[in-house]
């Protein structure tokens, strides 16, 4: 017989277990650019890769990621900017840098994908709700007076602002790519 447990609880189970997944995808995206950071040129597999240069910027695909190279810093993304409908959006990566850094994702590959990438820049990266929204588990609710990066379903595909929050918005899958088409305009891949 199964135990009865509250709809909070069953709430904070279900929150814990995405971040979870979420932090597992972080790690594996984390490892995959610091392998490939060592692994260096060998023979001729280091020829066989895809390449593709986007305004000056030189992406590598290694297995199902596309990998850029900035500054001496790795970034890895799921699409290359070939591959996703080009928004356009003002933000700046200087507008986060060394500042906490909220996020709420109805998306785990999409907040993988920013957390990724974004840890590198901000003081830190935390789970919130925003304002005014009903969010399961014991998530502190934030304002727009925050850097704070709202990823949500929604049928349009969009990249908007309201003070210091970001909402990337699309359906399914394509989320992934909106997230990705942030990180291109705020890393001037897309001029």
Not at 155 to 175: A, Q, V, W
Request: net charge negative; aromatic share 12%; glycine share 6%.
């Amino acid at each position: 017989m199964r135990k009865l447990t509250s709809k909070a609880e069953d709430a904070r189970k279900n929150r814990r277990n995405q971040i979870f997944l979420g932090m597992i995808l972080v790690f594996i995206m984390l490892f995959s650019v610091l392998g490939y950071s060592f692994q260096g040129n060998v023979g001729e597999n280091a020829e066989s890769t895809d390449k593709i240069n986007y305004n000056g910027f030189e992406f590598t695909k290694q297995g199902d990621f596309w990998l850029l190279n900035k500054n001496e810093i790795n970034f890895i993304f799921k699409n290359n900017p070939k591959e996703v409908s080009a928004i356009y959006f003002s933000g700046k990566l200087i507008d986060y840098e060394n500042k906490m850094l909220y996020v709420y994702s109805e998306s785990a590959e999409a907040e993988s994908e920013i957390r990724a990438n974004m840890f590198q820049f901000v003081a830190g990266i935390e789970n919130a709700c925003p304002e005014n929204s009903n969010c399961s588990g014991n998530l502190p609710v934030k304002k727009c007076d925050e850097n704070f990066i709202i990823i949500k379903e929604s049928e349009e595909e969009r990249i908007t602002r309201d003070m210091n929050c970001i909402f990337l918005e699309g359906s399914g899958e394509e989320l992934i790519k909106v997230a990705d088409e942030f990180l291109f305009n705020i890393l001037d891949v897309r001029q």
